[in-house]
């Protein structure tokens, strides 16, 4: 097929913005490909060429695509720079340097989707010494053998900006209609859905049919795009719509992970369908290590974890580990995480997604041996709004985001692509954040691990009452600590250390080391949050709840001007939450 046909088809669809109108572009198109082409028409209307999990990505700089253009057109870099500075669109300059090009040469070739395509894989491929100067070849070529209309959309494929406003629902829309009906759309879906590859699903309708959809099975390795859900404004709601019962999950601040493993091999697959096994080695070993079993496609969040507090820290701490190739070593070392698992969507040979949501945990519990760092998601079965409300309550303290309740239907299944009420999420119902910071005593402390071996690893930290005088735990503090402020609170804090709490504390926890209350420090946190574990500001907004302080840093200040009895109390952390609230 000429690339001409696909380009001249790209600029219809740019022409409208209706999705309707799009459908109907995509089908005519779709009728005219031979069935050995759709597969590569189809990537490149979505921009890419492969799927998303097979992590293949073009990666050209404009600089490299801009000389390309003059190179293939000699329209004057000057004038090539002009247009892209007022267009900012590698399409616009690329069609009108073509269009105004010195020369054609006589030795152009006829472009075909075939050859587009793979010189744009060849260009991907590209790497080590004289890779720049080949892709500079291979995209000159590309853009002299090009009309106006093909450079235009080329180009915007290598800018990865193709500018159609073309979903992939609306793909799957137009390959029901050319190689089926509107009806069977939903099957079209869930074959995508099931095989995260709209190219493979539209080669298999091209040549087979609707029949041809049926070999597409769940498979170890290839990531089904992930479940959604719908979201309620409270517990009472949710176990209204839920008939009564439901499982409330702990919901995690971390990355969404599907784990793929088969044969002793572990792939890490985000949401998004990154193949991220590369960047977590820890995860993989532990995994590796936690699964008994043959085989197995497994769902769990990805969570940054203070290994001397042992409380989980924000989820842009991941952030620090994602996309290195370097230094991968002591990023593992200096962000460990936890996996906590949720579900099981495949187990033994077995796809267990048509399976009620009850049998996928059975399973789930059935194939993995905790450790340290792989769990199970923690989960509550209740019928009970006020049990519900304590759990939820208990989830934020310890620093998860919410809770997902899960239906316990029996077709509760995993809906793979689909936003639906068998999962429906509550999170915490405003925004808050800390817009000060605060002062808090050091009462207690814990022993630290790994680097901080012998040393503190945290401090239980604390406000003041000041209605009956006594000292209020708040927080665990494990962050902000440099090297020198680590070597010295050793001196700091044995003039009043204790073998048991301090008669003045009031604390619920347990820690390794007590102190007397005298060494004020300052905090920066992002909220404050109800807790069942705190006693600050107790029952004063939820019976059974205090308050405490969400991922909290030491500033690097010591209030030495600060008696105990001076640091904030209790009525102003009440303050300060209500404030937030509203």
């Known amino acids: 097929m000429d690339y001409l046909t696909l380009a001249q088809a790209y600029s ?210 290839i990531p089904l795009r992930a479940m959604l859900a719908e979201r309620l ?43 991220t096994t590369d960047q977590f080695p820890d995860l993989v070993g532990l995994l590796a290590k936690a699964f008994k079993g043959k085989a197995a496609v497994l769902e769990g969040e990805c969570v940054p974890v203070d290994v001397n507090t042992g409380e989980m820290l924000p989820f842009q701490t991941v952030s620090r580990r994602r996309g290195r190739k370097y230094e991968l070593t002591s990023a593992v070392e200096d962000f460990p995480v936890m996996l906590f698992l949720f579900d099981c969507l495949y187990l033994n040979g077995k796809d267990l997604t048509q399976t009620p949501y009850t049998n996928r945990r059975k399973k789930l519990e059935s194939c993995i041996r905790e450790s340290e760092r792989v769990k199970l998601a923690e989960v509550l079965v209740t019928d009970d709004p006020e049990e519900a409300e304590e759990y939820f309550s208990k989830v934020v303290a310890k620093g998860g985001e919410g809770v997902m309740a899960k239906s316990l239907a029996k077709d509760s299944f995993y809906r793979a692509g689909s936003r639906g009420w068998n999962w429906i999420k509550f999170k915490r119902d405003y925004k808050s954040e800390m817009n000060d910071t605060v002062d808090l005593v050091a009462v207690g402390g814990f022993s630290g691990r790994g680097k901080r071996a012998g040393a503190y690893g945290a401090l239980l930290m604390a406000v003041y009452n000041r209605e009956d005088g006594r000292f209020e735990t708040v927080t665990k503090l494990g962050t902000g600590f440099d090297d020198e402020m680590l070597a010295a609170l050793p001196g700091m804090l044995e003039p009043l250390k204790g073998g048991k709490p301090h008669r003045l504390v009031r604390s619920t926890m347990k820690a390794d080391f007590w102190f007397e209350p005298s060494l004020v420090m300052e905090v920066k946190g992002a909220e404050i949050t109800l807790s069942p574990i705190h006693t600050c500001a107790w029952e004063a907004v939820r019976k059974g709840s205090g308050l405490a302080i969400r991922f909290p840093r030491f500033t690097g200040i010591i209030r030495k001007d600060k008696a105990p009895e001076d640091a904030t109390n209790s009525e102003e952390m009440l303050a300060l939450y209500e404030m937030q609230k509203k």
């Not at 009806?183 to 099931?194: F, L, Q």
């Not at 949710?238 to 601040?253: H, N, Q, S, T, V």
């Open 12 to 221: 219809r669809i740019e022409a409208t913005s209706k999705r309707l109108d799009m459908t109907d572009l995509l089908a005519e198109l779709f009728r005219k490909i031979p069935p050995g082409d759709i597969e590569k028409v189809v990537l490149l209307t979505q921009g890419k060429l492969a799927p998303d999990f097979a992590g293949q990505e073009l990666g050209i700089a404009e600089k490299l695509a801009l000389r390309a253009i003059y190179e293939a057109t000699r329209v004057s870099e000057a004038e090539i720079q002009r247009l892209w500075q007022k267009e900012g669109d590698l399409g616009t300059v690329a069609f009108e340097a073509v269009s105004r090009r010195k020369q054609t040469s006589l030795f152009t070739d006829t472009l075909s989707v075939d050859n587009v395509f793979d010189s744009l894989v060849h260009i991907s491929s590209a790497s080590g010494a004289g890779s720049q100067d080949l892709k500079l070849k291979l995209l000159a070529k590309l853009m002299h053998d090009s009309s106006p209309v093909e450079a235009k959309f080329i180009a915007r494929t290598l800018a990865g900006k193709l500018r159609l406003g073309i979903a992939d629902m609306t793909l799957i829309d137009a390959l029901a209609v050319t190689y089926a009906t509107k009806d069977d759309r939903d099957r079209v879906e869930h074959a995508y859905n099931t095989c995260s590859d709209l190219a493979r699903v539209a080669k298999l309708l091209a040549s087979k049919g609707l029949v041809g959809l049926d070999e597409i099975e769940l498979e170890v390795g």
């Open 233 to 275: 404004p409270g517990i009472p709601e949710i176990l209204e719509k839920l008939g009564g019962k439901c499982a409330f999950e702990y919901k995690y601040d971390g990355l969404r992970i599907q784990a793929h493993i088969k044969g002793g091999k572990v792939e890490l697959f985000t949401r998004q369908l990154e193949n």
